[in-house]
């Protein structure tokens, strides 16, 4: 940049040509996504745990689910009777915990991928009806998300677990719904920031359709927001998903879902103890990675947003 | 001003005429046959079934029963819990100081640490202190917390024996009958040496547990707020007056900064009590989150749908409180409209 500035100042013309050619959007998106250490730190720890999903039938080294009779609570590796068959030791049920924790990835993964595609769909299509059109469909939509924000998320999505049963689908359409309003305020709110802008008069006065004004002229200009809300979404997701399987209300064994792993983990915290760190350890991690990696996207999407 | 109160109140009542619909419509969803569901029974003779379908009112069109429990509700009556027979709100009002307390002593805790801390690292901003708390911040608000719990009780508890590991207070030892339901303030009424402190002692680890995430908030925000406020032109005027940087910050910048700060507090309330469920489960804490959860369990729809009822409705009210606080505090907002 340092060279570029001297060009400027020597040479008007190249000055002039620097400022029509700017940096391609994507390239400056990640020259400043760049500028922060953390979230670059978050994406590859993302990245490692994305792998982990992907090619779980590779890298783990037993079956999630197989259950060592012989092997019931053996500890991991470092430790006294350790051994290198079962790297992070065995649960109470004999099962391998690495291969869980491994496997548990995509059950988590793909928890808060649903999730937050669903609910970036739904609520921002629902957040645009609310913004443009009449008062009722708004005041409805409105209301319904004020109640679903009356209840505490965790208190919906046991209600509704409740109703439906604990199972992963249900899982996911719990924690969808008690995200909802937040996607829904917000698109309705950037929605109605883009309305009266100019732009959107002078589309109108040329006569652009209803649909037409809603998705092409305004949708790709309130995207910002919601992309960092999904990003910032799917660990939450991720968190909720986890506290009702660790509730019994989740995903149900054996399926290898890292909260579920915790839920009767209670009675190892003086024997053994692997069997409570490692599972919530994955959660944390995974958490983590993906809220740094969210905050640098939001700093790099929306300058305005940044939190200095 | 009063009309500005006046207006928020009002405001609330759609919501809670949809809260009343949802948790009605709720029930019905249910699997399985309506009256047995509120009944608790399984395999009733026809007879038994239909005098129940009776006395439940179910036999009467939808809108009736809709109309008679919005009936109920506004005379405190949030129906009969199955396992207990007790009334839910009786139920509701035994448990609820339990939470009351820990919620308390939750955000105390996270208040406490998480307001100077937030200054200090936007005073000094950029220093290892800032980054090492934003690290923490970020990691506090990742936690899964529940795990976080398990850990503590597991360190804490368990292997250094500091704290005890469940409960509100020893009951071996100290025994005394419930006046506020407050476990602290009953423990010092009592007038029994030590309960006091024992019931201290048995909330650290939950308060910790549960207050780790509005700390990590409350920090985040305190700390983004006053780097805005610093920057300010009246915080430069009170700085070339030469008042003591104590008294700009402490004074000038703090008081301002504060504002957004409440309003994440008041936001905090419902995160605390979905947190509470988890906090109550982890800590055999007897508060409202054990009994929905327990009450799921047991299969108890009636106490399961009140109680959302309920829960729902302190949320909605704090919410209201803390908005008018705002208002009051924060003058701009009345002006405004």
Not at chain 2, 128 to 148: R, V
Not at chain 2, 170 to 184: K, N, R
Not at chain 2, 232 to 247: F, I, Q
Not at chain 2, 278 to 287: A, D, Q, R, V
Request: glycine content about 8%; charged content about 15%.
């Amino acid at each position: 940049m340092g060279a570029d500035l001297t060009t400027v100042a020597l040479a008007p013309d190249d000055a002039a040509a620097i400022i029509l050619s700017p940096p391609s959007p994507s390239l400056a998106f990640w020259a400043a996504f760049r500028e922060n250490k953390g979230a670059v730190f978050g994406l590859w720890l993302l990245a490692l745990v994305v792998a982990m999903a992907l090619l779980a039938g590779f890298i783990a080294p037993h079956s999630p689910i197989e259950q060592f009779r012989d092997a019931v609570k053996a500890p991991p590796v470092w430790e006294a009777g350790g051994s290198w068959r079962y790297i992070l030791g065995t649960d109470g049920a004999g099962r391998d915990m690495l291969s869980r924790i491994i496997y548990g990835a995509r059950v988590s993964l793909f928890i808060g991928l649903s999730v937050m595609s669903v609910s970036f769909v739904i609520g921002g299509a629902l957040g645009l009806i609310s913004a443009m059109s009449g008062a009722v469909a708004d005041v409805a939509i409105t209301r319904v998300m004020d109640l679903i924000m009356a209840v505490p998320s965790l208190v919906l999505a046991i209600l509704v677990v409740a109703i439906l049963g604990p199972s992963l689908t249900n899982t996911i359409v719990a924690v969808t719904i008690a995200y909802l309003p937040r996607y829904v305020r917000l698109m309705r709110a950037s929605a109605l920031g883009e309305l009266n802008k100019d732009y959107v008069t002078a589309a109108r006065v040329v006569g652009v359709g209803w649909l037409r004004l809603m998705m092409i002229t305004i949708l790709p200009n309130c995207l910002a927001p919601l992309i960092v809300q999904a990003a910032l979404g799917v660990s939450d997701a991720i968190l909720e998903a986890a506290a009702l399987g660790f509730l019994g209300l989740g995903a149900q064994p054996p399926t290898p879902e890292w909260g579920s792993m915790l839920a009767d983990s209670r009675e190892f915290i003086r024997s053994n103890p692997w069997i409570v760190t490692f599972p919530g350890l994955a959660i944390l991690i995974t958490v983590v990675a993906i809220n740094l990696t969210g905050d640098g996207l939001r700093d790099a999407l929306d300058p305005k947003m940044r939190r200095s | 001003m009063l009309a500005y109160f006046f207006r928020r109140i009002l405001l609330t009542i759609p919501t809670f005429v949809a809260l009343m619909f949802a948790t009605f419509v709720a029930i019905r969803l249910v699997p399985g046959d309506p009256v047995e569901v509120r009944v608790g029974e399984h395999g009733m003779s026809p007879e038994r079934l239909a005098m129940f379908r009776h006395e439940l009112g179910l036999d009467l069109p939808v809108w009736k029963q809709f109309l008679s429990y919005v009936w109920q509700l506004l005379h405190g009556d949030f129906g009969t819990s199955l396992s207990t027979q007790q009334k839910v709100l009786t139920e509701f009002l035994t448990l609820f100081p339990a939470t009351l307390e820990l919620s308390f002593f939750a955000l105390m805790f996270a208040l406490l640490i998480g307001l100077p801390t937030g200054v200090i690292a936007a005073v000094r901003r950029g220093s290892y202190f800032d980054q090492a708390l934003m690290s923490l911040a970020t990691i506090g608000y990742s936690m899964p917390i529940f795990w976080w719990g398990l850990l503590l009780i597991m360190f804490v508890a368990v292997n250094l024996g500091l704290t005890p590991v469940s409960g509100r207070i020893d009951l071996i030892q100290y025994y005394f009958e419930p006046v506020t339901g407050f476990m602290t303030i009953d423990a010092l009424l009592s007038d029994q040496p030590g309960a006091f402190l024992d019931a201290l002692h048995h909330l650290v680890l939950p308060a910790v547990v549960l207050g780790t995430v509005p700390l990590a908030v409350i920090a985040r925000m305190t700390r983004s707020s006053m780097l805005e406020v610093l920057s300010e032109d009246y915080v430069r005027t009170a700085r070339a007056k030469g008042l003591s940087p104590l008294r700009v910050i402490g004074l000038h910048a703090l008081r301002n900064a504060l504002l957004p700060v409440v309003t994440v507090i008041g936001l905090q309330t419902s995160a605390l009590l979905a947190g509470a469920v988890l906090t109550e489960t982890i800590f055999s804490w007897p508060g409202v989150g054990k009994w929905l959860i327990d009450s799921i369990s047991r299969r108890d729809y009636p106490a399961l749908q009140g109680g959302v009822m309920l829960v729902s409705t302190v949320v909605i009210l704090v919410n209201v409180m803390v908005d008018l606080l705002y208002g009051a505090i924060n003058p701009r907002i009345l002006h405004g409209r």
